[in-house]
């Protein structure tokens, strides 16, 4: 099964700046998802996005989903110290269980 | 609302002793189970999922096994601990194949 891969590995920025995590992958999918773990914690499904959709807005999370390209794209805006963690893509591409990249650590430095 | 729970939250464990994580699930019935292992700054790697009590599939061949011997109980096993067991243990569980919700964690350290 194929997993996402995000870009970059990881990212620092200063606190009220606004981050973008990209995640490319290769075969057809159902929708793709992102999650976030603090460190030493499960992850926390953050947004989920169909193969129909091209954008999906929640709260400061914006993503986009580009079916053409097979990428797609969380940016987080007006980036808080608390945003500090490790974001994954995950993607469904049928009836198997999802496939998580290996993530992006993002450090927000206050 | 649904809960999700690991323990224990720590374990350290000789090599070539045994290991059992359990993980169960509140507040819904018949979820898919899933085990994950995290090394240090890496991805999860999916280690067993499970639809229905009974119904385990390996994604990886290794020491380790798993079983669900209740509908929201899902425990993972080793009889025998190598170094290289070491590492994050994540349990979630689904509704369907979509939106994972995972457990706090089991991080295991292996002398």
């Known amino acids: 099964s194929q997993q996402g891969e995000e870009d970059p590995q990881a990212l620092s920025i200063q606190e009220g700046e606004n981050a973008t995590m990209n995640c490319s992958y290769k075969?057809?999918?159902?929708?793709l998802q992102w999650y976030r773990q603090n460190s030493g914690r499960g992850l926390v499904h953050l947004i989920l996005?169909?193969?129909?959709?091209r954008e999906k807005h929640s709260g400061r999370l914006r993503v986009t989903l580009d079916t053409s390209k097979k990428s797609s794209s969380l940016l987080i805006t007006a980036s808080r110290a608390a945003d500090t963690a490790s974001y994954f893509c995950?993607?469904?591409?049928?009836?198997?269980?999802?496939?998580f990249g290996k993530g992006t650590r993002l450090s927000v430095i206050a | 609302s649904q809960t999700i729970h690991q323990w224990p939250a720590t374990l350290v464990q000789p090599v070539g002793s045994p290991l059992s994580l359990e993980c169960t699930v509140e507040?819904?019935?018949?979820?898919?189970l899933y085990w994950y292992r995290q090394a240090a700054g890496r991805g999860l790697q999916l280690l067993f999922y499970?639809?229905?009590?009974?119904?385990i599939s390996s994604e990886v061949p290794q020491n380790l096994s798993a079983s669900r011997p209740q509908d929201r109980q899902f425990i993972l096993s080793s009889k025998k601990l190598l170094l290289s067991d070491s590492g994050f243990y994540l349990c979630?569980?689904?509704?369907?194949?979509?939106?994972?919700?995972f457990g706090p964690g089991t991080r295991l350290l292996v002398l």
């Open positions: 995950a993607l469904n591409s049928g009836n198997t269980p999802l496939v």
């Open positions: 996005i169909r193969s129909n959709e």
């Open positions: 507040g819904t019935s018949n979820p898919n």
């Open positions: 075969t057809s999918i159902n929708n």
């Open positions: 979630a569980w689904s509704r369907n194949q979509e939106t994972q919700y």
């Open positions: 499970s639809v229905g009590i009974g119904q």
